[in-house]
């Protein structure tokens, strides 16, 4: 995904991103969004949402080194996959409902699509289906 998306999310989610550079020892965010910008607007949504429950967590005496923190986010057999430290209950299933919305969302175009397996699994629109 273009770095000028990702820091779209970056700037609104500070908290949750505020690992982002600390190296490959500790996360593999220096991949950056290792998926197509189709999928933008899950990602987004489902940040807005981890960093706003994180921001209760704060309010609530959470720690911050205790809080969610992206760890890594890419395509993986097709779909979206998002890791988080210090995650729960919570945090899962709204990447599940992310993962879920991804296999109906052209990962090029972000129009619907579906998966698409050939010599290897993907979700495209039909314009894009051999990109
Ligand atoms: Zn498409």
Redesign the pocket.
């Known amino acids: 995904m273009k770095k000028s998306l990702e820091s779209q999310i970056y700037l609104q989610c500070p908290l949750i991103f505020r690992n982002k550079h600390a190296g490959l020892q500790v996360n593999l965010m220096q991949f950056g969004f290792d998926c197509g910008e189709?999928w933008f607007e899950i990602l987004e949504n489902l940040f807005l949402n981890i960093e706003a429950y994180s921001r209760q967590l704060l309010e609530q005496g959470r720690s911050i080194d205790k809080l969610p923190s992206g760890a890594q986010v890419k395509e993986k057999w097709g779909t979206l996959c998002v890791y988080i430290d210090n995650t729960d209950e919570h945090i899962g299933t709204l990447i599940q409902g992310a993962r879920g919305r991804s296999c109906l969302t052209?990962?090029?175009?972000?129009?619907a699509?579906k998966i698409i397996i050939e010599t290897y699994y993907r979700v495209?629109?039909?314009?894009?289906?051999s990109?």
């Open positions: 189709g052209c990962e090029i175009c972000g129009n699509g495209r629109c039909e314009s894009c289906r990109l």
